[in-house]
Each structure stands twice: as C-alpha cells, then as structure tokens.
C-alpha cells in the first residue's frame, strides 16, 4: 500500500483511503515502525558496545568502577553522536539493549513488532527485578530424594512457565502501560514480599526530589519522585477541592484548574481557587455529576441506606470545607485477609505488605470477600487459550428466578465491591481508570420499565466502565460479550475485530 520511499505517492494513498478500512493497514504500519526502531536499538548497543570495549582497551588499569564509568560514558556518546539522539537517549538505549541480552524471549517479540519501546521497557524492568529477588523463578521444587521409600517417582510438577513467559502473556491484553506495569508489579512482590520492600526503599534513596526548574513565559516546571501514598493524597485533595469549588462552567481547562488547587492547598498567598463560570449563584456542588461522587463509592444514585453507609466508611464522600478536604483516613487499602493476594492502595495499585503495614493505621481498609486460587506467581495466569463459555446472554446469571437484589437498578454495597475487587480497572480495552472510579455497568440493559425481563444486577451482568467508555459502550462502537470466568470479547460490529479485557 505504501511505499514508504515516496512521500508524495504516500500522501496521496492517504487521502484517498476511506475511515471504515484504514485500521488495519494502520496496525500493519505500527508494527513495521516498532520493528524498525528495534532493530535501530539493538544496533545502537552494538555501537556503544564496540566503544566501551575500546575505552577499555584505551585505558590504563586503575579504579575498576572509575575505568567503566568512563567507557560508558564513551558508549553512549558514540551513539549519540553517530544517530544524532540526545545523551538521555542515547543512554537509555544503551541499558536497554543490554538488559534485553539476557531476556531472549522478550528480544524476539521485540523484534517482532509485538512491543513499543516504552512497553518493552516495563517488562524487562519486572523481570531484571524478578531475576534479582528469584533467578529462573517461580522456584523449582526441590527434587525428591529417590533413595526414600515413601517416593514412587523422582519426577516433579516443575513449573513450565517462566518470567518471561507470563509477562508476555499481560502484555499482549489490550492494557495501558500503567495496567502492565502493575500487574508485574504484583507479580515481583508475590514472589519475594521482603526483597519487594527492600527494593522500594533504594528506589526512594535514589530517586526521591523534588525538582523545581525555571521555564519560560513567567512559569515554573515542578517535578517530583514521591512515595506512593503521598502521590495519592495530593491527588486526592486537588479533585476534592475542584469538586468542592468549581462548577462545570470554568472556563479553565483541568490542569489550570489543578495547578491553583495546588497552589491553594500549599497557601500560596494569592491562590484562592473560586470559580469563574461569572454565575454569582454558582453553587459547584449542585454542578457535580451525583451519580459519580468520589472515593469509589458507586456510579448509580445511592440508595438513602447506602449513601449513610458512604458516609460513615468515606471520609471526603461530599467535600464543602476545607476541613472536608483533610479526612483522618486518607488513603484505602485492599488487603487480603488469608495474606495470599498482593495488598493494594486505591489509586496506585499493588504494594508489599510492609508498605501496607506502615499505611495500616491512617487507612480505610477493604477486605476481600472471595480469595481467588493462586499459582506460583500470585495472581491466575491463563494458560488455556481457548475462550470461556459466554455467560447468558439474557442477562440473567443463568438463574431461572431473580436472586436477591437482581432486581434493583442499583448495586448492593456487597456486590459494588466484589465487582471492583475482582476488576480492578475499567473493561473497556485500553483503558487504565481504577474501578472504584467507574461506572457499574449493566451489560444487559436493566429494563426499569419491567426489571423481571432486562438485564439483571448479577456479577453476571455488571461490569465497572468510566463514564466515557460507558458512553461509547451505549454507542454501540464495540459490543461486549461477558465470558464464565469474567473475560470480556469486545467485537467491532463493522469489522469483526475482536479484543479481549480480563479481571485483575
């Protein structure tokens, strides 16, 4: 289709393609455009390979540390130099290419166009600290010693699967960065909770700062490495008070928004955040979408029961005062009372269980309800490619009478969490928004008119959705088909191409 030699030819092929055939040529030009810059990589660290070997050579034996720190320095300006990238550039190819030598099953998909740079990166990050805390993990069973009498057979269930395999696994699902990165996250602290820690303690003896910079046009850039909890809370407090002070109207984008909550949250003299709709009635609270309060509680108007129950569990349910915008519990912890699961803090994700324990004592905590089986690698791993049998598809569960709550629009508290417990972002294909931030969507529609013949509220039949793949799900662009253990096929209905989410 394209020759990519001609630019005018291309342009013309471009103009001339209709919108409804143009994806998969897309996709195909994506794949050779990763496929190039792989090769491109890996050649970069063959050149700051053969550089760093010289500088070897070139100097005199001394401080070993000192010499190689000098002949890295070498590598990276060589590559810099011969493919015109910047020196951070250079540098991080340069680490990259090594790193990906001992990780041949990830370098082969690489290479084969199933990875962006960026993607690549998260999984071999996750496995050079999986190879740290376990080399060749899971770890094999010790072999039996045959000259027992209580053995018939010195042969054991050693696991198949490695590292690499299950990462490939994540990162072929139609997830974010953000979502791949903590699910092998999750999986790296399965494996060993304390090294999990440990690691997180040099990381912040690293890279924790704070890092202001002058821009231009009268501006400042703020750049910052912050533990978790702290990342969260600032997050936090900035929505609630967005929330709590401006309407709809603002004619302000978000992150205008976002920068004088800050400021104001600091006490910056002079940040006041008030809204500037020009409505001298405006009353944000009333602006703000009531059936999406904050802090996870649920999508769907509140029952007067339900809402009570926010309110006594959810400390900024309803922020109107900045007294509101500071809750004694902060921070929401999803731990698993048997310990087998990985916890994990809303808004960032998994975290080893000495984070969580420090964080105990100043959180609201969520305990799981139904703890899922477990391999060796903490989380279920699919091995059995063939899809699930789809759920029925009325709507109803597979029951033949409505169980208990079935017919109620909105989700029981009970049901609210297993569902964002078991789905932990939204299930729409790309996308990374936590589900305690979602929508709880019926994928079957629930008929108000008459409950008995629509969709059912049933684990069956909800699934979390952010409001703007709701929309899009209502839209028809992509049709979901839920499968017995949770997967969801999402079908283009004008090209048949199918991706599949999945729970966790």
Not at 155 to 183: G, S, Y
Not at 305 to 331: F, G, H, M, V
């Amino acid at each position: 289709m394209f020759s990519y030699t001609d630019p005018i030819g291309d342009d013309a092929v471009l103009s001339s393609l209709g919108s409804s055939g143009i994806g998969e040529p897309a996709r195909d030009a994506l794949r050779l455009s990763r496929q190039a810059e792989a090769r491109a990589l890996l050649m970069a660290h063959r050149i700051g390979e053969a550089a760093y070997d010289d500088m070897l050579v070139f100097l005199s034996p001394g401080r070993q540390m000192m010499v190689r720190k000098h002949a890295e320095k070498a590598a990276v300006g060589e590559i810099s130099l011969q493919l015109g990238l910047s020196r951070t550039k250079a540098g991080t190819w340069y680490q990259l290419g090594i790193a990906l030598q001992q990780f041949p099953k990830i370098r082969m998909a690489y290479l084969a166009g199933d990875l962006s740079t960026h993607r690549m990166s998260v999984l071999i990050h996750a496995a050079e600290a999986a190879s740290d805390i376990a080399p060749g993990a899971p770890t094999e069973p010790e072999a039996p010693d045959v000259d027992s009498p209580d053995v018939d057979s010195p042969e054991t269930d050693t696991p198949e699967t490695d590292f690499e395999d299950i990462a490939l696994d994540l990162a072929e699902r139609p997830t974010t960065d953000t979502v791949l990165r903590d699910a092998l996250e999750e999986l790296v602290i399965s494996l060993d909770p304390d090294d999990a820690t440990e690691a997180r303690e040099e990381f912040g003896r690293a890279w924790e700062n704070v890092a202001i910079s002058n821009d231009s046009s009268g501006h400042i850039n703020i750049d910052a490495c912050v533990p978790a909890e702290f990342g969260v809370y600032l997050r936090d407090r900035i929505a609630a008070l967005i929330a709590a002070r401006i309407c709809r109207r603002d004619p302000r984008t978000l992150g205008q928004q976002r920068v004088v909550a800050m400021a104001a949250l600091m006490g910056t003299p002079g940040a006041d955040l008030v809204c500037q709709c020009g409505d001298e009635n405006c009353h944000p609270n009333g602006e703000r979408d009531t059936t999406q309060p904050p802090n996870g509680a649920p999508a769907v108007p509140l029952t007067q029961p339900d809402r009570q129950a926010d309110e006594r569990d959810r400390a900024d349910t309803e922020p109107t005062s900045d007294t509101a915008l500071t809750p004694a519990a902060p921070w929401t912890l999803v731990l698993d009372p048997a310990g087998t699961a990985v916890p994990r803090l809303h808004g960032y994700g998994a975290i080893d269980p000495a984070h969580a324990e420090h964080l105990h004592d100043r959180s609201i905590e969520i305990l799981l309800r139904n703890n899922v089986e477990r391999g060796p690698w903490g989380r279920l791993v699919v091995t059995d490619r063939a899809a699930a049998p789809p759920v029925d598809p009325t709507g109803h569960g597979g029951h033949a009478l409505p169980p208990p709550g079935a017919l109620t629009y909105t989700p029981s508290r009970r049901l609210r969490d297993e569902i964002q417990q078991s789905d932990l972002t939204c299930r729409y294909p790309w996308c990374s928004r936590p589900a305690h931030e979602c929508d709880l969507d019926h994928l079957v529609k629930f008929d108000h008119a008459d409950p008995l013949v629509g969709g059912w509220t049933l684990p069956e039949n909800i699934a979390p959705l952010c409001r703007p793949d709701h929309q899009r799900k209502h839209l028809a662009l992509w049709l979901p088909t839920m499968h017995l253990d949770r997967s969801i096929t999402w079908t283009n209905p004008t090209t048949g191409r199918q991706l599949t989410t999945y729970p966790r």
